[in-house]
């Protein structure tokens, strides 16, 4: 499967944005889907993950309450609702898919994960 981001941008602390990610590939709802982020000087680390239907969700301590990930099966994306965003969210965002048997839980770790999008960038100004 190709994952292509978008949607990332400048935005004010306190703003919104969201984020897509549109998968090519036939059996999108097989994967489960997830974004990572990256933010400079600073390791990669997990944000949320959703499952193949869209009815179970994970997310990071960080993010818990702000963010909202979501997907449309029939349209092969998914996204990453950010609100309340603060200057410690500006970083390199990335979808990530995989077919594993791993529990949600598991699929915090970014091994899980065989595939990668290109990454989108958010900045957040103060």
């Known amino acids: 499967v190709q994952l292509q981001a978008s949607g990332g941008g400048l935005v004010q602390a306190g703003g919104s944005l969201r984020l897509s990610c549109a998968a090519s590939g036939p059996t999108f709802s097989t994967y489960r889907m997830g974004w990572f982020r990256q933010a400079p000087g600073k390791e990669r680390e997990f944000v949320a993950v959703?499952?193949?239907?869209?009815?179970?969700?994970y997310y990071s301590d960080s993010v818990k309450g702000r963010f909202t990930i979501s997907r449309d099966n029939y349209g092969n994306t998914v996204y990453l609702q950010m609100n309340s965003l603060k200057p410690e969210d500006t970083a390199i965002y990335y979808c990530?898919?995989?077919?594993?048997?791993?529990?949600?839980?598991?699929?915090?770790?970014?091994?899980?994960?065989?595939?990668w999008g290109q990454g989108t960038l958010v900045t957040v100004s103060s």
């Open positions: 959703i499952s193949w239907g869209g009815s179970s969700t």
């Open positions: 990530v898919a995989d077919t594993g048997p791993w529990t949600i839980v598991e699929l915090t770790s970014e091994r899980r994960y065989k595939y």
